[in-house]
């Protein structure tokens, strides 16, 4: 499972099966608040998914309409 969390200072993605993160740029918190109505919501801060279509969470290549792995099937990038 993926879980996104606003921090004070930026935005990050978190792998929640191997413990890995990252800060998101500014074009992928657009791409996410497109995906993810309820990221618009300033109330809303941390959501979670098991898959995201809108950005590479770990390494590769952001590809439109690729959607990351679901991390039930075992397939984490």
Known sequence: MYYIRKYADCWAV????????????????????????????????????DCIRSLSVFGGNYQEGRALPSVSQGQIP
């Open 14 to 49: 978190h792998d929640d099966i191997t413990g890995a993160s990252r800060k998101l740029i500014n074009d992928e918190k657009e791409r996410l608040k497109n995906e993810f109505d309820s990221l618009r919501d300033e109330k809303v801060l941390t959501i979670y998914s």
